[in-house]
């Protein structure tokens, strides 16, 4: 959801970080000569040099702050970054577009009955980890809707995570605030024609794996994986928000929507 821009007098501390490329670095080395600048625990907007990869990172790091990230693009993608400019940085982020969004948790129990939490902001997968395919049976809600998916593997994904590995999988595009996540299969052989489905993002998923210690899968949420799981547990997280800046003329719900309609 689209909320209330901040003007230049409201923006508060700015924290500037950069991806390993060389050209985000020298950027890092541009923007901080021009610009007052604080850690990054104590700012009130961050400024990510990078390109999609890092501006999952800097997500992560800053969960538990109210910080607003700003990124600019320096890899290949960049779609959840604005174009980089050297100049009026300042105005650019008075006049940035808010969009708010929550991660997904993910609850994996092992075979080994151990528990593992993690957040994910694209998505949470499942996936084999050997030649032999996985088994895997989904509840929603407490309700078994699959007995058996036999597939390379199967995943949850938000809104803003809808274009990224899920799409790759042949999942939907979600426009932001649709208030959907999605269920997609990755490589499914039965049942055959099964393509996935759209689903209310206050459910929680199940997804539970047949032949655990025959056809060991993993659980991955974002860059966290865990080996060898038995169930895995996928809802929204309640406690965190994430607040990304986006330029007005390029923001995220209008990239969602021209991304349906590229060749």
């Not at 990510?48 to 890899?75: C, P, S």
């Not at 993690?118 to 996936?127: D, R």
């Not at 994430?242 to 007005?248: S, V």
Request: charged letters at 25%; aromatic letters at 4%; one cysteine or more.
């Amino acid at each position: 959801m689209n909320e209330t821009r901040p003007t230049a007098s409201q923006l508060g501390a700015i924290a500037i970080v950069a991806g390993e490329s060389d050209a985000a670095q020298a950027a890092l080395q541009v923007l901080s000569a021009r610009h007052d600048t604080v850690a990054l625990e104590e700012a009130a907007v961050i400024v990510a040099l990078g390109g999609d990869g890092f501006m999952l990172e800097t997500l992560h790091k800053t969960l538990k702050d109210d910080a607003a990230v700003y990124g600019m693009n320096f890899g290949s993608v960049g779609f959840l970054m604005n174009e980089y400019a050297e100049d009026r940085l300042e105005a650019r982020l008075a006049r940035a577009e808010r969009v708010t969004l929550r991660p997904l948790r993910m609850r994996a129990t092992g075979v080994d009955r151990t528990v593992h939490e993690a957040l994910a902001i694209n998505e949470v997968s499942v996936l084999r980890e050997t030649r032999q395919t996985a088994k895997i049976r989904i509840r929603i809600d407490g309700k078994a809707r699959m007995d058996e998916l036999v597939c390379d593997g199967v995943m949850v994904a938000t809104s803003a995570g809808s274009t990224a590995y899920n799409l790759s999988a042949h999942g939907p595009i979600i426009p932001v605030g649709a208030g959907l996540v999605a269920l997609t299969p990755i490589s499914a052989f039965r049942p055959r024609r099964w393509r996935g489905a759209l689903l209310p993002d206050a459910v929680t998923v199940v997804f539970e794996v047949i032949e655990a210690d025959k056809r060991p899968v993993s659980a991955v949420a974002d860059f966290t994986e865990v080996r060898d799981v038995a169930e895995v547990e996928i809802f929204q997280d309640r406690e965190h928000t994430l607040t990304l800046l986006f330029d007005p003329e390029h923001n995220l719900e209008e990239r969602i929507v021209a991304e349906q309609f590229l060749p």
